[in-house]
């Protein structure tokens, strides 16, 4: 099954990949890994996901915002592939960083949210290394930022 139908099934909706809000690019080749930026949390009606986990915001509710910054990876590769994810071989490494309390310490199962959905798409090929971090702050407010290096063909 392709990774785009693979989408489909699971009845997921690609956000708009957005452009870089500074000095760099969403997406970099360099030979065959493909480097993408970090994603911010954005909810899929456009508004940020804002608050720090452990005090504004559960455990869950950072998994769904890992999650949707998931989704915005998947669709900065789909545009780094030119609309074609079978030209991703695997998912090497997600970093996860989590804006969380001082106190927090479930960062990794924040971040499962991003992992989760990768390797539901990818399969196998979506299986990947992978960083927990937590921070005090995070660009714009926002709860959680995942950044990702791929594999091509």
């Known amino acids: 099954m392709s990774f785009d139908k693979k989408i489909l ?3 997921l909706k690609l956000p708009e990949a957005k452009a870089p809000a500074g000095n760099y690019v969403a997406t970099k080749i360099v030979g065959k890994l493909l480097y993408i ?3 911010i949390s954005i909810s899929d009606n456009g508004e940020l996901i804002k608050g720090k ?3 504004e915001l559960t455990t869950d509710q950072g998994y769904e915002a890992a999650k949707r910054c998931g ?3 998947i669709a900065q590769a789909k545009i780094a592939c030119s609309n074609d994810l079978s ?3 695997s998912c090497v490494k997600l970093t996860g960083f989590v804006n969380s309390t001082e106190e927090f310490t479930e960062q990794p199962k924040v971040i499962n949210g991003a992992s989760d959905l990768i390797a539901s798409i990818f399969g196998d090929a979506g299986i990947h290394t992978r ?3 937590s921070t005090n702050s995070l660009p714009l407010g926002v709860s959680v930022e995942v950044d990702a290096i791929f594999e091509l063909n």
Request: hydrophobic fraction near 45%; proline fraction near 0%.
């Open 9 to 11: 099934e699971l009845g």
């Open 37 to 39: 930026s970090g994603q």
């Open 53 to 55: 986990i452990g005090d």
């Open 71 to 73: 989704l915005s990876i």
């Open 87 to 89: 030209k991703i071989k």
């Open 131 to 133: 960083a927990a971090v």
